[in-house]
């Protein structure tokens, strides 16, 4: 009985994630590279996620520069994960079907516009059939790791599991030129820090998942 009800515990604690932003940390990276008056990043997260549900991001990138245009170049963009591996972020335009293999096209802001894109990382992506479009059909960031075993002791005070992963973006200034490749790039990386939310959120009756 007690390691049934040990069980019924641990998938409480599986069942839902969090992920935020290290506001902090950003704030550092563009103060280190003297883009904090010229760019602004906002992301628009669930307030909790399954651990498959993680696919796809949405962002919102101002440009705050009175006259040059953004950038970014999302080739040289990337997903680093928990253990390090990188691989590219990919644009998600609306019907995509293309092939991973040309270059991506350069997201472009002009001065004190703001654009909202919706991307993941390229593993995420999946094919229809043989022809069909490429859709987001897996996670972007695995958080298996977060999953408590349930054949180990739990205990509701412990400390939750956690894991952290970046967003790297690469940006570039301009002024229309026409070969935007040899325009200085900037790479602002945004930290994430994934974790198990308390078990009391996922109790049925808690509603409004207080803790």
Known sequence: MSAVLLRAFSSLLAEKVIIKLDET???????????ENRVRFKFFLEPQYDLDQFRVIEVSVQNQSPNQTLYIDWDYSALIDAQGREQRLV??????????????????????????????????LKREGEIGPLKPDRVMVNLASLKPDPRKQVSPKAELPSLTFTLQFALRFGMGEHNLGNLPLYLVNCRFIASVLPWVVNIPWNQRGEF
């Open 25 to 35: 940390f950003l704030q550092n990276q563009l103060e280190s590279q003297n883009l």
């Open 91 to 124: 644009r998600l335009p609306p019907g995509m079907t293309f092939d991973l293999l040309p270059p991506q096209v350069f997201s472009v802001i002009a001065p004190g516009k703001t654009l909202q894109e919706q991307f993941t990382a390229e593993s995420a």
